[in-house]
T-cell receptor
């Protein structure tokens, strides 16, 4: 079955360390997204990518970086500049950007990042 | 810019009772509206969506939602709740073709009493 795979499920970061969260999809979707989820705040958009080799900042991009070298993959790096990285991170994807109904509808199971 | 409010942070209902979760949005044009469900430690699953046409939308797991333009609302309903419906529910609004205009509400946590 097609879907989105996020790994690892749990991740721990030391102070001053960069960590990378993996997101892979086999849905042949053009667009991919990273969200951060904190209790009581819903989901906030970190970065999104509509096509390979292109990505845009979302509402809370500071302290994060991404790459989109392949259609299937959209890894997120949480850098040491992100001072409060403890959160649940969700990756999503959606179909061709020319489709008006194209909205993030397919989510991975998330990665929970904690600070040691 | 669009926004979404979910007035109820936490709702508790008894199994078999009816359910209504409230969602209000702010957007200048006709929005795309969605309801998602999230079980603990999991991703989000799409329950239903409204783009246009019939204002009463049927979704999965026996859920439905009604779009009311005059009230800027998109409330989620279920006639008889099951214990497995206990989860977090998110309303979301989108505008345009791209995900950067997609905004989630803060969520409503549903607890179900046996």
């Amino acid at each position: 079955d097609g879907g989105i795979t996020q790994s690892p499920k749990y991740l721990f970061r030391k102070e001053g360390q960069n960590v990378t969260l993996s997101c892979e999809q086999n849905l042949n979707h053009d667009a991919m997204y990273w969200y951060r989820q904190d209790p009581g705040q819903g989901l906030r958009l970190i970065y999104y990518s509509q096509i390979v080799n292109d990505f845009q900042k979302g509402d809370i991009a500071e302290g994060y970086s991404v790459s989109r070298e392949k259609k299937e993959s959209f890894p997120l790096t949480v850098t040491s500049a992100q001072k409060n990285p403890t959160a649940f991170y969700l990756c999503a994807s959606s179909g061709p950007v020319t489709d008006y109904s194209n909205q993030p509808q397919h989510f991975g199971d998330g990665t929970r990042l904690s600070i040691l | 810019a669009q926004s979404v409010t979910q007035p109820d942070i936490h709702i508790t209902v008894s199994e078999g009772a009816s359910l209504e979760l409230r969602c209000n949005y702010s957007y200048g044009a006709t929005p795309y509206l969605f309801w998602y469900v999230q079980s603990p430690g999991q991703g989000l699953q799409l329950l239903l969506k409204y783009f246009s046409g019939d204002t009463l939308v049927q979704g999965i797991k026996g859920f439905e939602a009604e779009f009311k333009r005059s009230q800027s609302s998109f409330n989620l309903r279920k006639p008889s709740v099951h214990w497995s419906d206990a989860a977090e529910y998110f309303c979301a609004v989108g505008a345009g073709n791209y995900g950067q205009n997609f905004v989630f509400g803060p969520g409503t946590r549903l607890s179900v009493l046996p």
